[in-house]
């Protein structure tokens, strides 16, 4: 079946623009995880969905990052007045939800540039 | 604060030679997961261990979670190129929500 996608895969932008980043869980997973990941670091937790709900919003670095998952399924995480340091993959991840073991299966990636 | 220590960092050795790398904490986590993920890609699933003392098996890949559920190792017996990548653990507290991963170990297995 269909793994989670995300778009797009590469995002250039400048500083201080808007961007989206889009993910497509994999279906019929409650859960959806945003994770950000630095060159030589593992992947940084942002933000965790239960259904349409944000769960744990507890890694949102500030106010500029937001997301929303309103039918349950496709993310969208939004950031605002992009910053230089806001460079980074970030990677969507869906698991099954609580009835599961937390096995997270992770998308591609969007790496996002900021000049 | 890193919760999950990965050792070592970089690991470079022959086709054929035999590893172990490891994945420390002092939190106890209800599973644990380890991934591989290679450059421009996202991380792949390997293996989730829940039960202290667990040991899984997957192929030339042992995994094993700490009596405490506070540690884990993955031995590689006869490295091949092909087992070149970033290996990361990560842990979870619950059985949903966020997982906090280690900064993983970068093998190179040269031919």
């Known amino acids: 079946g269909a793994g989670v996608s995300q778009t797009p895969s590469n995002k250039v932008t400048e500083k201080g623009k808007y961007v989206e980043l889009r993910c497509d869980p994999i279906?019929?997973?409650?859960?959806l995880y945003w994770y950000r990941q630095s060159l030589g670091q593992g992947p940084e937790f942002l933000i965790y969905?239960?259904?349409?709900?944000?769960?744990?919003d507890s890694g949102l670095p500030n106010d500029r990052f937001f997301a929303v998952r309103p039918e349950g399924s496709v993310s969208t995480l939004k950031i605002q007045r992009t910053e230089r340091g806001d460079s980074a993959v970030y990677l969507c991840?869906?698991?099954?939800?609580?009835?599961?073991?937390?096995?997270?299966?992770f998308g591609p990636g969007t790496r996002l540039t900021v000049l | 604060t890193q919760l999950l220590e990965q050792s070592p960092q970089f690991l470079s050795i022959q086709e054929g030679e035999n590893l172990t790398v490891y994945c420390n904490s002092s939190?106890?986590?209800?599973?644990l997961q380890w991934y591989r993920q290679e450059p421009g890609e996202g991380p792949v699933l390997l293996v989730t261990?829940?039960?202290?003392?667990e040991v899984k098996k997957l192929k030339r890949l042992t995994f094993q979670f700490g009596d405490a559920r506070k540690d884990s190792s993955l031995h590689i017996t006869a490295a091949q190129p092909g087992d070149t990548g970033l290996y990361l653990c990560?842990?979870?507290?619950?059985?949903?929500?966020?997982?906090?991963f280690g900064d993983g170990t970068t093998l190179t297995v040269k031919p």
């Open positions: 279906s019929g997973h409650t859960a």
């Open positions: 990560a842990g979870a507290r619950t059985n949903a929500g966020k997982s906090t």
């Open positions: 939190s106890v986590f209800s599973s």
């Open positions: 991840a869906s698991s099954v939800g609580t009835s599961g073991s937390n096995e997270q299966f």
């Open positions: 969905f239960q259904g349409t709900g944000a769960a744990d």
């Open positions: 261990v829940v039960t202290g003392g």
